[in-house]
C-alpha cells in the first residue's frame, strides 16, 4: 500500500502561482509514473499532468499546457506541480496518484492509477 499526502494548496489570486507537493510513503515511488488530477464542484475528476519514472516525458493537458510544470525528486519521494499564471477556472481539489507498474506514460487513463492522495484545494479568485 502507498499513501500519497498533498500540499501546497490554498487561495491566490488569478494570475498568481502555487506549488503543490506529493509525498509518497514508499520506495517504489521511483518505478511508477506519477499523475495529477483536479476536481471542481460539481464535475468529474480530469486529468492535469503526469510524469514518467525518471522525471524525463511528462504530459500535460491541454488547459495547462504552458502555465503547469510537473517534477519529481526521486530520492525525497516527492512529485511537484508548479502552477502559474492561475485562472479562476483552475480552483478545484488537485490530486497526486500512482500509476499501476508497467504504464505506458502515453497510454494511460484514470483507470490505469491505483493509488491516489487525499488532495489539496487550489482556489483562484478572479
Known amino acids: 500500500q502507498v499513501q500519497l499526502v498533498e500540499s501546497g494548496g490554498g487561495l491566490v489570486q488569478a494570475g498568481g502561482s502555487l506549488r503543490l507537493s506529493c509525498v509518497a510513503s514508499?520506495?517504489?515511488?521511483?518505478?511508477?509514473?506519477m499523475g495529477w488530477f483536479r476536481q471542481a464542484p460539481g464535475k468529474e475528476r480530469e486529468f492535469v499532468a503526469r510524469?514518467?519514472?525518471?522525471?524525463?516525458?511528462?504530459v500535460y493537458a491541454d488547459s495547462v499546457k504552458g502555465r503547469f510544470t510537473i517534477s519529481r525528486d526521486n530520492v525525497k519521494n516527492t512529485m511537484y506541480l508548479q502552477m502559474n499564471s492561475l485562472k479562476p477556472e483552475d480552483t478545484a481539489v488537485y490530486s497526486c496518484?500512482?500509476?499501476?507498474?508497467?504504464?505506458?506514460?502515453?497510454?494511460?487513463?484514470?483507470?490505469?492509477?491505483?493509488?491516489w492522495g487525499q488532495g489539496t484545494q487550489v482556489t483562484v479568485s478572479s
Open positions: 496518484a500512482v500509476a499501476r507498474a508497467g504504464s505506458n506514460i502515453y497510454a494511460l487513463n484514470i483507470a490505469s492509477y491505483e493509488y
Open positions: 514508499q520506495h517504489t515511488f521511483s518505478s511508477k509514473i
Open positions: 510524469i514518467s519514472l525518471s522525471g524525463r516525458d511528462t
